[in-house]
């Protein structure tokens, strides 16, 4: 915590940088105390000794008397530090000696120091903290013998450092609180800028206001610095306002986005997402309270028709009508979402009994089959709705949207614009579809599918061409119609798989039919919407028209009138290449789609033909009829061949003949036959 900031570092090393001088000063002025005082005591020392030294001559130049010898050594009572004295002859014989008041021992000298004072001249000497002066008496060159002087110096010299601490200390103390008060006043006068700007940081991290200004002062480098501060400060609030600017436009992009991800862009209803979520959560309460919950199923009818005839901005508001007409038939906590194209989920809330159930429903659909206005155009659609419990799914999320749609299919089934209630039995329907998809690719591996042929009569009833007609008998499901397999196989995108084989075995099959009939036979085959959008179907016919020797003119595709319309482009690329290979090209169901004479012009067409709900009602609805001969004569202007499928009765034959068709099919002349009953037919003709 000492060091924690830069002041108090400067200041605790500034303090102990201080101390340390002041101490190493104290020390030092000890030891030259300490020396001084060595010297004067050395050289009052000396004195003492030369003096007595010379006062000894007389007492040692006769016979020595040893009283006289020890009044002249009592003499060093006055001094308090001498521990010793001796006084010796000329052959260092002890004569007299002296202990001191400070000596603690009687015999201070030993043999051994003896002989080294022997060696030494006169003079004074430092040994063991101590002085030792040894004079000689009398001259070097006729001694009389030799004075010794031990001095401790130590005790003195310990009360001198004593007194003098005493004296100093006092003073240093003083000096050193001062140096420090002043030490810390200039530390604060330098250090205040910068305490100032750490002050203005905190009060900036408060605020998070960058537009505050630092009052510029101090030395250079701090006046420096808080002008860069100032600079960058600015910087950051200018950049902070940018920031915020594009925080906010993130913002509104977040929020946008958000909405994306759970709202319908056109419609504005939740979407898929928000929808499947907002349900789960609905059937995990449900469940717990063991609550039934309600969900409605629907999509438009003949949505299509109209992106294909009217345009998508037009398809695009007429979902925007919808959703918003929608909204008016379903009450206050209802959820209605758009699935996606033209389907939509309703999650209804409070469990409504059969009765409200079915009024909404009805609601529903009488209220979207209302025409709408949308471009100046009145567009009218239909709907067919599905109707799913969550008890009948145990509360299962994708078996509960599963329910809805097998009962909108239902109403598909039952002729679209009605509503349909869930119920199990119709599971076992679905199970069906889905086994007879699954069940697909294993027929055509085991060869359980079989190619019949209806003819086509001329109006003398001679056998001119054949269509080619796909029969089913499974092992498992026994006789699969047509009219049941085909749409399932479209569905499950199995459809490519059943033309493929299908093509294979017609051109196996079309040498024998020509060499039993008539060499210039034409057999039909139908195509699918997703046959004409393959380009690889292309290259498969051509390979097989080589591979089997096929002569293209003997094959015509047909493909139906809302096929071709709903993949125009694509299916005038498919029917361009055909055509240059030299087959031919039937618009089958004439009538019943999106019938537009505009398109009429521009299909890649030879032959037209007459759907069987027109034949049916011939000379029974006079609508019908007139259709029919419309139809005729519309065909007859293009330099189109008429060709009329479904012809049951003598009645129905004679009326089409009498006004120009060309082609006549139907159970008149003969049911769908196998290429061996052609062949046996032939053979026995």
């Not at 969550?390 to 239902?410: G, H, K, P």
């Not at 009605?418 to 998809?437: A, C, G, Q, Y």
């Not at 499950?492 to 798989?497: A, H, R, V």
């Not at 009939?517 to 195509?527: A, G, R, T």
Request: with cysteine; glycine share 4%.
């Amino acid at each position: 915590m000492l060091f924690k900031t830069i002041k108090n570092t400067t200041s605790s090393i500034a303090v102990l940088a201080i101390c340390i001088m002041s101490i190493t000063i104290l020390a030092l002025s000890f030891e030259e105390h300490e020396k001084l005082y060595f010297e004067f005591v050395k050289g009052d020392l000396d004195a003492l000794s030369e003096n007595m030294s010379s006062d000894l001559i007389p007492l040692l130049a006769v016979q020595p008397d040893v009283f006289e010898l020890t009044t002249m050594l009592l003499r060093l009572d006055k001094y308090e530090n001498v521990k010793f004295a001796a006084i010796y002859d000329k052959n260092w014989q002890s004569l007299q000696s002296y202990h001191g008041k400070s000596s603690s021992i009687q015999h201070p000298i030993t043999t051994f120091q003896l002989e080294t004072f022997k060696k030494k001249v006169s003079g004074v000497y430092s040994a063991n903290s101590e002085l030792i002066a040894v004079k000689l008496i009398g001259d070097k060159r006729l001694p009389l013998g030799f004075l010794l002087i031990i001095h401790d110096p130590m005790g003195p010299l310990s009360k001198s450092k004593l007194s003098l601490l005493k004296q100093v200390l006092p003073l240093t103390l003083t000096l050193l609180v001062i140096i420090i008060v002043l030490l810390f006043w200039i530390q604060g006068r330098l250090f205040y800028p910068l305490i100032s700007l750490s002050r203005l940081t905190q009060k900036i991290r408060r605020t998070n206001d960058y537009s505050l200004k630092i009052n510029i002062r101090g030395k250079q480098e701090v006046a420096s610095l808080s002008q860069d501060l100032n600079l960058m400060m600015e910087t950051i609030n200018q950049e902070t306002k940018k920031n915020k600017e594009y925080t906010n436009m993130l913002m509104n992009q977040q929020k946008a986005m958000e909405r994306l991800a759970n709202f319908d862009a056109l419609t504005g209803l939740p979407n898929r997402q928000f929808f499947m979520e907002t349900l789960r959560i609905e059937l995990a309460k449900a469940q717990r309270t063991q609550k039934n919950l309600v969900l409605m199923y629907f999509d438009l009818d003949g949505f299509k028709g109209v992106n294909d005839s009217l345009g998508h901005d037009t398809g695009d508001q007429l979902l925007i009508e919808v959703s918003k007409r929608a909204k008016e038939f379903f009450r206050d906590g209802d959820i209605i979402s758009r699935l996606g194209g033209d389907e939509f989920l309703i999650l209804l809330h409070n469990e409504p009994n059969d009765f409200l159930l079915f009024q909404i429903a009805e609601r529903l659909v009488n209220g979207l089959a209302i025409p709408f206005e949308i471009n100046s155009w009145e567009v009218q659609v239909s709907v067919s709705v599905g109707i799913a419990k969550a008890f009948d799914a145990n509360f299962n999320l994708s078996e509960f949207v599963s329910n809805a749609d097998v009962a909108m299919y239902r109403s598909k089934m039952a002729g679209r614009d009605t509503h349909t209630v869930f119920v199990p039995e119709m599971m076992e329907d679905n199970k069906r579809r889905l086994l007879i998809s699954n069940s697909i690719s294993h027929a055509i591996k085991n060869n359980e599918f079989m190619l019949f042929y209806q003819p086509k009569v001329s109006s003398e009833e001679v056998i001119v061409g054949y269509e080619a007609l796909i029969r089913w008998n499974s092992d498992e499901l026994g006789m699969v119609s047509p009219v049941e397999f085909i749409p399932i196989a479209e569905q499950s995108g199995k459809i490519q798989m059943i033309t493929k084989w299908v093509l294979e075995r017609l051109c196996m099959d079309i040498g024998k039919i020509q060499d039993s009939v008539n060499p210039d036979i034409i057999i039909s085959v139908n195509l699918s919407a997703q046959d004409i959008k393959n380009k690889a179907q292309i290259s498969y016919v051509k390979e097989l028209f080589t591979q089997y020797d096929v002569d293209p003119t003997a094959i015509e595709f047909e493909v139906t009138e809302s096929a071709y319309l709903e993949n125009f482009d694509m299916a005038n690329d498919f029917f361009t290449e055909m055509k240059q290979l030299g087959s031919s090209i039937a618009l089958d169901d004439f009538g019943t789609g999106y019938s537009s004479l505009s398109y009429l012009t521009q299909l890649q067409l030879n032959t037209l033909k007459i759907d069987k709900q027109f034949v049916d009602n011939i000379l029974i609805s006079k609508s019908s009829t007139l259709i029919t001969k419309t139809i005729i004569e519309m065909a007859k202007q293009l330099n189109l061949k008429i060709c009329a499928e479904g012809v049951e009765t003598r009645e129905q034959f004679d009326f089409l003949v009498a006004h120009g068709c060309h082609q006549l099919q139907g159970y008149l002349f003969s049911k769908p036959i196998s290429l061996e009953q052609i062949l046996s037919d032939n053979l026995r003709n």
